[in-house]
């Protein structure tokens, strides 16, 4: 589910795609009160848009929580389009990736009962 938007933090809060485990947020380096939310909320990665960076304390969290943030050029939405058409891809050869997988469906599905 992906919501695009100008919301305060405490409207995110009400969105049940701001409570999903690893997810991307994209939005502008000053939208402190939105990083901040996400940094505490079983989040992957940050996007900050428009080349804004937020206060040092703000990338520090981050970086002691180990929350990857990138910044970008473009707007929000624009980067929101472009994340979107991302393919994820895993090639024949890429070992990690394949190992990856097999790792999460033996934790995650019931792969017994999807055969039966």
Do not use: C, W
């Amino acid at each position: 589910m992906r919501d695009i938007g100008a919301l305060t933090a405490d409207q995110a809060m009400n969105l049940p795609s701001f409570f999903v485990e690893n997810k991307l947020l994209i939005t502008g380096g000053d939208r402190v009160d939105l990083i901040f939310a996400a940094l505490n909320m079983n989040t992957a990665g940050i996007v900050l848009t428009n080349n804004i960076l937020p206060h040092p304390r703000v990338i520090a969290k981050a970086d002691d929580l180990k929350i990857p943030i990138i910044s970008v050029h473009m707007d929000t939405y624009s980067t929101s389009k472009a994340v979107d058409k991302i393919i994820a891809e895993i090639t024949p050869d890429d070992d990690y990736k394949k190992t990856l997988i097999k790792d999460m469906a033996k934790a995650n599905l019931d792969l017994d009962a999807i055969l039966e």
